[in-house]
């Protein structure tokens, strides 16, 4: 689904401040891959997670999405094929429209272009049906202003979003790291749950060796731009949390 082919970037070339954030990373993603990502900062996470997106271009390489070639793409374009969520809650929302106008936004995505059209009386019934799997309310709320959900009710909103019309590839760039222990467990469970029943591949970068651990399929390990160790099956299920520290030093 997904094919990564030697992708380098390097920040402020030619300068002192040069420093390699991507050296040579090859990948593929197969379908129905949930893949976490760890790594220290500065291991070059969120630099491959910009590139695959578009927000940064590779000085070399090939992103190949579901047969596309996409290296060179706008983001704007990706977008309508990549859902993304990130660590801020306030991201990925308009916090002045209602959930209703935000899901209608959402789903317009490579569909209609204006927001009139974009909400239809049709689709309330299938945007309350998926609401109501978020088990937080929201299907009851749909004339109420983003701004004022928690950010747990945000980020799952976003994430159903992000989701609502079934994207080829799912990137999670840290995106529960902002709630709080018992919020972030439910949005891990709705996120687990949303990406089996679409069989959505997906990257979820994170700082929680227990989640990397409990959640997905494989696990990759990156340091200094480039992918040094990948767990997966008995591996990675056997593997704890303290094994996982001493073996890569993810706690510097």
């Not at 491959?48 to 090939?62: P, R």
């Not at 809650?89 to 899901?103: D, V, W």
């Not at 989640?211 to 340091?223: D, H, I, R």
């Amino acid at each position: 689904m997904l094919k990564i082919t030697d992708l380098h970037v390097t920040f402020h070339q030619g300068t002192i401040h040069e420093r390699v954030a991507l050296d040579g990373v090859s990948y593929e993603v197969q379908a129905g891959d949930f893949i976490t990502v760890l790594g220290t900062n500065g291991a070059g996470k969120s630099t491959l997670l910009n590139c695959i997106a578009g927000n940064i271009e590779a000085d070399q390489g090939k992103i190949e999405l579901d047969g596309i070639d996409i290296t060179w793409m706008k983001e704007y374009k990706r977008a309508k094929m990549i859902g993304r969520l990130f660590q801020d809650p306030l991201k990925g929302t308009a916090p002045n429209m209602t959930i209703l106008e935000n899901l209608g936004l959402a789903y317009s995505r490579g569909k209609r272009s204006t927001l009139s059209k974009a909400i239809k009386k049709s689709d309330i019934p299938y945007f309350k049906e998926q609401l109501a799997k978020l088990n937080l309310g929201l299907e009851a709320r749909m004339d109420t202003k983003v701004g004022l959900l928690s950010g747990g009710q945000r980020q799952a909103l976003t994430l159903m979003m992000a989701t609502l019309v079934t994207p080829k590839l799912l990137l999670l760039d840290e995106h529960t790291a902002a709630l709080d222990p018992k919020t972030a467990d439910t949005i891990m469970r709705v996120t687990e749950t949303i990406v089996k029943e679409n069989n959505i591949p997906t990257i979820m970068i994170t700082h929680n060796m227990k989640q990397a651990l409990t959640y997905g399929n494989k696990l990759l390990v990156m340091n200094e731009g480039k992918i040094v160790k990948e767990l997966s099956g008995i591996e990675k299920e056997q593997t704890t949390v303290d094994q996982l520290l001493n073996m890569y030093d993810l706690s510097a």
